[in-house]
């Protein structure tokens, strides 16, 4: 038994080797390291990001202006290519319904390709007077005037326009000079039917192979020609004027002179 008079003696506890010291303080730096490194790269994630939506949203900027701009600036190339106008229609059409509407004509079938000569070609214009540096509007109007039905490629490929003046007859501008022209679009036209376009001049002049500067075309008379393959159609005549041009002011009539009268 214990003698209450004598003081327990407590067990002492025994240090721990070095060696265990020393694994729990690399323990400890290893698990400070990895929390450090998660912080770190925790931090360049979030850094990364938003540059990254800064760096798009200013991508954004710069291509929608660039798409402004570029909206701006028209395309000449581009509206000089001859596209399908639905919406033309010839002087002669009332005439053309009236023969289809003919119950009694039986219509051929279709053998082949469009002769040319099954073929007619007209130009037309949208005004006739069109001021300096404004964009006429030419149409190209194919009509089937044989008695079958037959089919014939109609593209850009095959269609020529060309401006030139009445004085001299001065070449001015030509579709083909700085479009494209390829490309096919086969049409099947019935006796009567008719194959539309239109295209936009830029009132400007061009060479062959669009070199050289593109000048808007002087004050004049000129006329306008398409041609689809060898089929030529008669030129139609249109003025571009001068809007600030000042007209010439009549000659004041001139008094009839009185004889003179004698003493």
């Not at 698990?31 to 994630?45: C, E, R, T, W």
């Not at 149409?139 to 001299?168: F, H, K, M, W, Y």
């Not at 006796?191 to 004049?220: E, K, L, M, N």
């Not at 306008?224 to 030129?235: C, F």
């Amino acid at each position: 038994m214990h003698d209450p008079r004598y003081p327990a003696t407590r067990s002492r506890r025994l240090p721990h080797p070095p060696e265990v010291y020393r694994r729990r303080r690399i323990a400890a730096a290893a698990i400070l390291l990895v929390l450090l490194g998660g912080i770190i790269a925790g931090v360049l994630v979030g850094v990364r990001a938003f540059a990254g939506s800064g760096a798009e949203d200013t991508s954004d900027v710069q291509a929608s202006g660039t798409e402004t701009s570029a909206q701006e600036k028209p395309d000449e190339t581009a509206s000089e290519v001859p596209k399908r106008d639905p919406d033309a229609r010839g002087d002669d059409d009332e005439d053309l319904d009236d023969d289809l509407d003919d119950e009694e004509e039986e219509v051929k079938v279709a053998e082949g390709p469009c002769a040319d000569s099954s073929l007619s070609v007209r130009a037309t214009i949208d005004r006739a007077e069109y001021p300096i540096g404004d964009q006429p509007r030419f149409g190209v109007v194919v009509t089937n005037i044989g008695d079958t039905t037959c089919a014939r490629d109609l593209g850009p490929a095959v269609q020529q326009i060309s401006v030139r003046a009445v004085e001299n007859d001065r070449r001015v501008w030509v579709n083909t000079d700085c479009a494209p022209t390829t490309g096919r679009d086969v049409w099947t036209l019935a006796p009567g039917d008719q194959a539309a376009f239109a295209i936009t001049w830029s009132g400007t002049g061009s060479a062959p192979g669009c070199f050289g500067p593109r000048d808007a075309v002087d004050s004049g008379v000129y006329r306008v020609l398409a041609q689809v393959g060898e089929i030529s159609a008669e030129p139609v005549e249109f003025a571009i004027v001068d809007p600030e041009a000042t007209e010439p002011e009549p000659e004041a009539e001139s008094a009839p002179s009185t004889p003179e009268s004698g003493p």
